[in-house]
């Protein structure tokens, strides 16, 4: 993941990290990749999954799903397993074939963020595994609108501590950027970006990919982000595009040919192309479309 930022702060492109769940969302990504020559972020998230699960093996079984799916891309790609809730969660993907990770220290305290994050860093170089780290914390959409209550904003000065302290490879800012918001454009303030990029010289990450504005991703990436991570707005299209289908079954269907078969009548690769499609068009704005190297080594 860090040559794919470095390619990308070189280029003047961002490169994206689609957030899939299973396999018809894992393959809708790489997909996308491999149709629009993109180089791609291929992965999963800890934040919106069940932690037993995550804990009882999940971390494991999709370590192993991004592997096989990794291996097979005609694209770079890298594996990351994105906020991870806990210590044991990020050092389980790393040992499951993740090969960048991030641990989602944004509501602990700093003394305890920094200590845990540069231990992390220290285990994940040893095995070439990449780093995300997050200063500054997003607020949520909800069904009543922005919930700001425990977020803040990227301090620059914190952010050049936080980053020498810890020798994380990328860092995820908060800059007026949102999570899951689908209702409108987020408020960012590039200016903040920029006071940030004042400090830190590594590549920096968004989050809340879905409502970051169309027209702020170039001057976003000239003042240093390398990666936007998408999430719900994928969701959404496959969710709308599933229920579409099932809105014209007039009796209940052969569940052979519907559910889990991968032929045209199965429901759920109706969610896949709904999400390849969008997929390709948010390559398209990041501008990381035609720029995966040809005969680049694939990892892992
Ligand atoms: P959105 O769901 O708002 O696109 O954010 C995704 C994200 O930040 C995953 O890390």
């Known amino acids: 993941m860090t040559t794919l930022m470095q390619d990308a702060l070189n280029g003047g492109y961002g490169v994206g990290y689609f957030e899939a769940w299973d396999t018809y969302s894992l393959e809708a990504v790489v997909e996308a990749a491999e149709e629009t020559n993109s180089p791609v972020i291929l992965g999963f998230g800890g934040m919106m999954a069940s932690a037993p699960w995550l804990d009882n093996g999940g971390v494991e079984m999709l370590g192993a799903l991004g592997s096989v799916v ?60 990449t780093v995300e780290a997050e200063l500054g914390r997003l607020p949520d959409a909800t069904a009543d609108g922005i919930d700001s209550s425990t977020a803040y904003l990227t301090d620059p000065i914190q952010a050049r501590d936080f980053v020498a302290a810890t020798g994380v490879d990328c860092l995820a800012v908060s800059f007026g950027n949102v999570h899951l918001l689908t209702a409108h454009d987020a408020p960012v303030d590039m200016n903040h970006l920029a006071a940030i990029r004042e400090q830190v010289a590594i590549p920096f990450v968004i989050h809340g990919g879905t409502s970051f504005p169309a027209h702020a991703i170039p001057r976003a990436i000239a003042l240093g982000v390398a990666k936007f991570n998408v999430g719900t707005i994928l969701k ?46 948010l390559m398209q704005l990041y501008g990381s479309v035609n720029r995966a190297r040809i005969g680049k080594e694939t990892t892992p």
Do not use: C, Y
């Open 70 to 129: 990794a291996a097979r891309a005609r694209v770079p790609v890298s594996l990351i397993l994105n906020e991870a809730q806990t210590r044991a969660q990020t050092l389980h993907g790393i040992e499951a074939g993740f090969n960048a990770v991030m641990l989602d220290t944004s509501a602990w305290e700093w003394q305890e963020a920094v200590r845990v994050v540069a231990e992390l860093t220290q285990i994940a170089h040893a095995r070439g595994v």
């Open 236 to 281: 959404t299209v496959f969710l709308r595009a599933v229920q579409e289908v099932m809105g014209t079954w007039q009796t209940f269907p052969n569940v052979h040919e519907v559910l889990g078969s991968h032929k045209e009548t199965d429901f759920l690769e109706a969610g896949k192309r709904a999400m390849k499609e969008k997929t390709r068009a």
